[in-house]
């Protein structure tokens, strides 16, 4: 069962464009989407993160857009830049301290100079 | 910034040989947990770890998966008889109490052969 649902599996946007993946998830228990960035070789490391209390939140160039009703988030990065080119991953988790983080299959990012 | 490490980076092993990859969760951090990510796909969550005990596996980890925090400051992930299909990396990773954000170490890459 594929709990959290990530769109595109890969994304070419050209500088200064917006970039914009989409993740949906199926458990309602699910209280916390963070948002994981990954370069080659590397951890991935956490970019931004939301609860469901908030529709939006905003970091720099940023935002996650988040839809409880329809079970759905997306980053958006904006002014998308060459070295954002990486591997996203959108993930959650339930609201419990020691809980498990659940990552959807990655989108490939590419920006192109 | 306190940091997830990992050791070894990179290890070659024959098949049914015992594996043992150490990790350094952040000093403060109380919640531990092992990923792994078979080339090209997502992260997928392996244990966690807390109070000296497992809090959750998944059913990747089998018999042959084990977990280990020997001292204060390692936690360690053995595979008693790896298979090729063990070839993956794996993250490490911490979190405070508390909190849902986990930090991830830069992996360690096994391959199997």
């Known amino acids: 069962q594929q709990q959290v649902k990530q769109s595109p599996q890969s994304l070419i946007v050209q500088k200064g464009g917006i970039s914009i993946i989409n993740c949906a998830y199926e458990?309602?228990?699910?209280?916390?989407f963070p948002w994981y960035q990954q370069f080659p070789g590397k951890g991935p490391a956490l970019l931004i993160a939301?609860?469901?209390?908030?529709s939006e939140k905003k970091e720099g160039r940023f935002t996650i857009s988040f839809n409880k009703s329809a079970k759905q988030f997306s980053l958006h990065i904006m002014d998308s830049q060459p070295g954002d080119s990486a591997t996203y991953f959108c993930a959650a988790s339930r609201g419990d301290r020691d809980d498990k983080i659940i990552f959807g299959k990655g989108t490939r990012l590419h920006i192109l100079p | 910034e306190p940091e997830v490490t990992q050791t070894p980076s990179h290890q070659v092993t024959q098949m049914g040989q015992e594996v043992i990859l150490r990790c350094v969760p952040i000093?403060?951090?109380?919640?531990f947990y092992w990923y792994r990510q078979i080339l090209g796909q997502k992260v997928e969550f392996l244990v966690s770890f807390y109070n000296n005990e497992i809090s959750e596996k998944s059913e990747i980890f089998d018999d042959q998966f084990s977990v280990e925090r020997p001292d204060g400051s390692n936690f360690t992930l053995k595979i008693r008889s790896t298979k090729l299909e063990d070839s993956a990396m794996y993250f490490c990773a911490s979190s405070e109490s508390g909190e849902n954000t986990i930090y991830f170490g830069e992996g360690s890459w096994l391959t199997v052969v």
């Open positions: 000093s403060n951090h109380l919640y």
């Open positions: 458990n309602t228990a699910f209280d916390y």
């Open positions: 939301i609860r469901p209390d908030v």
